[in-house]
T-cell receptor, first 115, second 112 residues
Framework: GAGVSQSPSNKVTEKGKDVELRCDPI?????LYWYRQSLGQGLEFLIY????????KSGLPSDRFSAERTGGSVSTLTIQRTQQEDSAVYLC?????????????FGPGTRLLVL | GESVGLHLPTLSVQEGDNSIINCAYS??????FIWYKQESGKGPQFIID?????DKRQGQRVTVLLNKTVKHLSLQIAATQPGDSAVYFC???????????FGSGTRLQVQP
């Protein structure tokens, strides 16, 4: 595709429900990142996938958060038993490789509101 | 309304003036620095990057300066235009990680 796409663009859910957020990276990009942007804040790293390597989960805030990447392309971020403090914009980014200096291209984000 | 940047520092400039946005970082192991622009309702958009072995890099109307001695990064925008109005984030990456660490952002307002 032309860029990173994310769905849904907006999600409103009730406290305690599970949500799934989807990211489609740029075609051919092997590295994929999830970030969270809370109100008035910069971006906070959540998880990183590179090819077939084990993901870097060091940024996940709790065990309610998980992510997977199927077939080395599409990724799904799952938040179980959502809490109000999970309300944020969830951003996905991808890069062409794992050299470390590649530009991260971001999607438009999913705006999650937990009531 | 858009939730990004309600409590951000704001820089207001007149159209046509030059803008300078500053960023301080603390990690001496950072080896790669990027400036992103984020408009309301959109994801961050890459502007320019610089590696730690450089102290200046120029793009179209933008210049990034890196001072590793004082751990300071700046973004200069020449002839600022109304379309430059956005929140600007600096980001850094250290040698041991792939993920970026973002600053809290600066809102640039361009007055016509």
């Amino acid at each position: 595709g032309a860029g990173v796409s994310q769905s849904p663009s907006n999600k409103v859910t009730e406290k305690g429900k599970d949500v799934e957020l989807r990211c489609d990276p740029i075609s051919g990009h092997t590295a994929l990142y999830w970030y969270r942007q809370s109100l008035g804040q910069g971006l906070e790293f959540l998880i990183y996938f590179q090819g077939n390597s084990a993901p870097d989960k060091s940024g996940l805030p709790s065990d309610r958060f998980s992510a997977e990447r199927t077939g080395g392309s599409v990724s799904t971020l799952t938040i179980q038993r959502t809490q109000q403090e999970d309300s944020a914009v969830y951003l996905c980014a991808s890069t062409a490789g794992g050299g470390g200096w590649e530009t991260q291209y971001f999607g438009p984000g999913t705006r999650l509101l937990v009531l | 309304g858009e939730s990004v940047g309600l409590h951000l520092p704001t820089l207001s400039v007149q159209e046509g003036d030059n803008s300078i946005i500053n960023c301080a970082y603390s990690n001496s192991a950072s080896d790669y620095f990027i400036w992103y622009k984020q408009e309301s309702g959109k994801g961050p958009q890459f502007i320019i990057d610089i590696r730690s072995n450089m102290d200046k890099r120029q793009g179209q109307r933008v210049t990034v300066l890196l001072n590793k001695t004082v751990k300071h990064l700046s973004l200069q925008i020449a002839a600022t235009q109304p379309g430059d109005s956005a929140v600007y984030f600096c980001a850094e990456k250290d040698t041991g990680r792939r993920a970026l660490t973002f600053g809290s952002g600066t809102r640039l307002q361009v007055q016509p």
